[in-house]
C-alpha cells in the first residue's frame, strides 16, 4: 500500500479563518513533507519532518504552522491567510528519512483563500 | 545552490518516441530523479539514477551523464495517457530532500 491520503480535498477559507489540512501515510516512512504548488508551478518544499521532528522549513510565514502528532500523521495549520497563498497543497512522505529518493506524494488539497 | 532547467513544453505524436532533457547545477551530487504528473493529481515517482548510464522501466528509460551533468527522460511508444508534466529532480547530498526542476509540459497528439 503506497498511499498518502489527504483532507480535504478542497478548502475555501476566508482570511480570518483557522483551518487544518490533515495527512496520513501508514507505510511506516520516517520522514513527511509539506509542498506548495501554484499551476504550472514545479512543487516547492515547505516543511520536512523527520523522525517526527522538524528538520526543514523553508522559510515558511508564520501563518502555516506544521505539527506532526505521530509518525503517520501529519497536520498543517492555516490562520489568517492571504489570497496568495491560494495554492495546491501536497503531502508527501519517504522511506529513509529525506535522505529517500522516492517521495510519495497525497493528492493534494485544493486551497483557495478569499 | 541548486538549479536544474528542462524545456517548459514538448510535443509529440501518439507512438512516437520523446527525450525529455535535464541539466543541473547543484554543490554536490546524490542522485536524479524523474517525477509524472497528470493535470489535477499528484506528482508521481518515476524513476532515479544514482550512477551514470540507462535505468529502463518498461517504456520509461532514464539516463544520467554525472560528468555533463545532465539526464533526460525517454518515453517510447506515447500514449494519450503519457500528456502530464514531467519534473527532474536533485538532491545535493544524503542530507537534504529533493529539489524539482520547473517541470516540462507534454502533450501527445494523436
Known amino acids: 500500500d503506497t498511499e498518502v491520503t489527504q483532507t480535504p480535498k478542497h478548502l475555501v477559507m476566508g482570511m480570518t479563518n483557522k483551518k487544518s489540512l490533515k495527512c496520513e501515510q501508514h507505510m511506516g516512512h520516517r520522514a513527511m513533507y509539506w509542498y506548495k504548488q501554484k499551476a504550472k508551478k514545479p512543487p516547492e518544499l515547505m516543511f520536512v519532518y523527520s523522525y517526527e521532528k522538524l528538520s526543514i522549513n523553508e522559510s515558511v510565514p508564520s501563518r502555516f504552522s506544521p505539527e506532526c502528532p505521530n509518525s503517520s500523521l501529519l497536520n498543517l495549520h492555516l490562520h489568517a491567510l492571504q489570497p496568495e497563498d491560494s495554492a495546491l497543497y501536497l503531502c508527501?512522505?519517504?522511506?529513509?528519512?529525506?535522505?529517500?529518493?522516492?517521495?510519495?506524494f497525497g493528492e493534494g488539497s485544493w486551497l483557495t483563500v478569499v | 545552490g541548486q538549479s536544474l532547467e528542462q524545456p517548459s513544453e514538448v510535443t509529440a505524436v501518439e507512438g512516437a518516441i520523446v527525450q525529455i532533457n535535464c541539466t543541473y547545477q547543484?554543490?554536490?551530487?546524490?542522485?536524479l530523479s524523474w517525477y509524472q504528473q497528470h493535470d489535477g493529481g499528484a506528482p508521481t515517482f518515476l524513476s532515479y539514477?544514482?550512477?551514470?548510464g540507462l535505468e529502463e522501466t518498461g517504456r520509461f528509460s532514464s539516463f544520467l551523464s554525472r560528468s555533463d551533468s545532465y539526464g533526460y527522460l525517454l518515453l517510447q511508444e506515447l500514449q494519450m495517457k503519457d500528456s502530464a508534466s514531467y519534473f527532474c529532480?536533485?538532491?545535493?547530498?544524503?542530507?537534504?530532500?529533493?529539489?524539482f526542476g520547473k517541470g516540462t509540459r507534454l502533450s501527445v497528439i494523436a
Open positions: 539514477n544514482a550512477l551514470d
Open positions: 529532480a536533485v538532491r545535493s547530498s544524503g542530507n537534504t530532500p529533493l529539489v
Open positions: 547543484t554543490s554536490g551530487f546524490y542522485g
Open positions: 508527501a512522505s519517504s522511506q529513509e528519512g529525506f535522505s529517500g529518493n522516492t517521495i510519495y
